[in-house]
């Protein structure tokens, strides 16, 4: 018999936003980001009652199709347990549809507070398990899950009727890589923007990337000089430059100032790794065109709260 909790039982969820691809490492590689969403949820008698403040507010669904809700609502199913309704109240600050994990955060965020709110009886290997099916693949996800950078990869049985089954590795970071977010006003849909890429890539491209997710998961870890080097990609981020110019012409703007920037997952951010912080006068530009510019640390990972 499904054990069903208790009204009045109350979680708080603190989730890092993340950044996807890293440059060569295409659905690969992951690093949790210091922009934090804060979800509080409550077990009530009924119903489902959503508010949501800050990035999303007046644009989200505030029902069940809500995602943080869905992801609960996963989360119970996954620990054998009910709840009969539902108060969540999101506090955003991961800027929505700009490449920043605000969807596997979402997802991260209900999990683990499903997780929490039936005593913690999903491993972690489930959150990231639970919490990738909303997105297909797992590396935004489990970079929320694990915090630091992740190596992510998808297993998809041949019998084409199991699910796949989505898994990931935590990488220590060096501690002097910092992070500069420069995030363009308008949204950018990850569907849209991954239509652009081609079917079918050549030997060549995908031996360079291969070679170059090698060079930066050794740059992530120990040698931060050879970043600029291990963010260089040929899978993705020249075909999205097409209709991400905005991000492709500050990408290679920095690019060739030296620092390693790349497009963060699909956009419509640019992300930049470094020791060293970007010079002044580049993000003082970057702001007077509209952009803003978020300067980041490396994030620990998702943290949940009993409250009561």
Not at 191 to 201: G, I, M, W
Not at 208 to 218: E, G, I, L, P, Y
Not at 232 to 254: G, S
Request: aromatic fraction near 4%.
């Amino acid at each position: 018999m499904t054990q069903e909790i208790l009204p009045g039982q109350r979680v708080r969820v603190t989730v890092p936003g993340s950044s996807a691809n890293l440059g060569p490492g295409f659905d690969t590689l992951g690093l949790a980001l210091s922009v934090h969403d804060v979800v509080d949820v409550e077990v009530i008698e009924s119903g489902v009652e959503v508010e949501v403040h800050g990035e999303g507010a007046g644009e989200l669904p505030v029902d069940e199709s809500h995602l943080v809700v869905r992801a609960i609502r996963a989360g119970l199913h996954a620990a054998g347990v009910t709840a009969p309704g539902l108060r969540v109240v999101c506090d955003n600050a991961i800027p929505q549809s700009r490449g920043l994990g605000s969807s596997a955060a979402a997802a991260v965020a209900g999990v683990a507070a499903a997780n929490g709110l039936a005593g913690f009886p999903l491993s972690t290997e489930q959150l990231i398990q639970v919490s990738s099916v909303f997105e297909g693949h797992p590396d935004n996800a489990a970079a929320s899950v694990l915090g630091g950078a992740v190596v992510s990869w998808t297993d998809r049985p041949v019998d084409g009727r199991t699910a796949p089954q989505y898994r990931a590795v935590g990488l220590p970071v060096h501690p002097g890589i910092r992070a500069t977010a420069l995030v363009p006003a308008f949204h950018a849909s990850t569907t849209a923007v991954r239509q652009v890429l081609p079917s079918d890539v050549s030997h060549v491209d995908a031996r360079f990337n291969v070679s170059r997710t090698a060079v930066m998961v050794t740059a992530l870890t120990a040698h931060p000089e050879l970043l600029w080097e291990g963010t260089r990609d040929r899978l993705h981020q020249t075909y999205r430059a097409e209709v991400l110019p905005v991000t492709a012409e500050w990408v290679n703007r920095l690019r060739n100032r030296g620092y390693a920037a790349f497009l963060s997952g699909a956009g419509p951010t640019c992300l930049v790794l470094g020791v060293e912080p970007v010079a002044g006068e580049i993000l003082d530009e970057a702001r007077r065109a509209g952009i803003a510019v978020l300067d980041l640390e490396v994030a620990g990972p998702v943290a949940v709260e009993v409250l009561g």
